[in-house]
């Protein structure tokens, strides 16, 4: 699996958007670009997922460049619990090998 | 619906004894993953069952750590003779299907060895 790079820690005011980045330069055509989250001490949580086109859900959105080498995870009106960690992870179609390689992640803060 | 339960949520163990750490996945879920979270580090994968059967352990340590998931009843983490390098949030996920976007992750055990 691709691996993928991210600033370790971010702030965001409540309310506001929080675009967290990632790099993931050596993607191959297949892989698809995978956001979790965990919040302190709990299981992660997934987030959403994305191969070239824009995706958004209830969480969030997310924005996949044209060359496919980075992305952002936007949370449109970050609240205080969204603090927490983001994982950006970049995996090949779940097939044989389910696995989940977990980078360091993104640690959010979300201030009042 | 319930999520995934995974009992005990904290053990303590002192060094040389054994540890069971029990997942049950969500219903209808028939594959289960474990992952391994040493203190202020990522989450790592140790192994990916399905019901009877090891898919992929090529997270797990090569001694002392087994792993299964019966026909009936939960999935078992079992580590034997446990050392303090051992202490960790253990975390099962469960996915419905081979090729499901989603695992859906438990809260975790917290072993921590004496």
């Known amino acids: 699996d691709a691996k993928t790079t991210q600033p370790p820690s971010m702030d965001c005011a409540e309310g506001r958007a929080a675009n967290l980045p990632c790099n993931h330069s050596t993607i191959s055509g297949n892989e698809y670009v995978y956001w979790y989250r965990q919040i302190h001490s709990q299981g992660p949580q997934y987030i959403i997922h994305?191969?070239?086109n824009n995706e958004t859900n209830e969480m969030a959105s997310l924005i996949i460049t044209e060359d496919r080498k980075s992305s952002t995870l936007i949370l449109p009106h970050a609240t205080l619990r969204d603090t927490a960690v983001y994982y950006c992870?970049?995996?090949?179609?779940?097939?044989?090998?389910?696995?989940?390689?977990f980078g360091t992640g993104t640690r959010l803060q979300v201030f009042p | 619906n319930a999520g995934v339960m995974q009992n005990p949520r904290h053990l303590v163990r002192r060094r040389g004894q054994e540890a069971r750490l029990r997942c049950s996945p969500m219903?209808?879920?028939?594959?289960v993953y474990w992952y391994r979270q040493l203190p202020e580090e990522g989450l790592k994968f140790m192994v990916y069952l399905q019901k009877e059967n090891i898919i992929d352990e090529s997270g797990m340590p090569k001694e002392r750590f087994s792993a299964e998931f019966p026909k009936e009843g939960p999935s078992i983490l079992r580590i034997q003779q446990v050392v303090r390098g051992d202490s960790a949030a253990y975390f099962c996920a469960s996915s419905p299907r081979s090729g499901a976007n989603e695992q859906f992750f438990g809260p975790g055990t917290r072993l921590t060895v004496l």
């Open positions: 994305g191969l070239k």
């Open positions: 992870i970049v995996r090949v179609p779940p097939g044989n090998t389910d696995k989940l390689i």
């Open positions: 219903k209808g879920h028939s594959h």
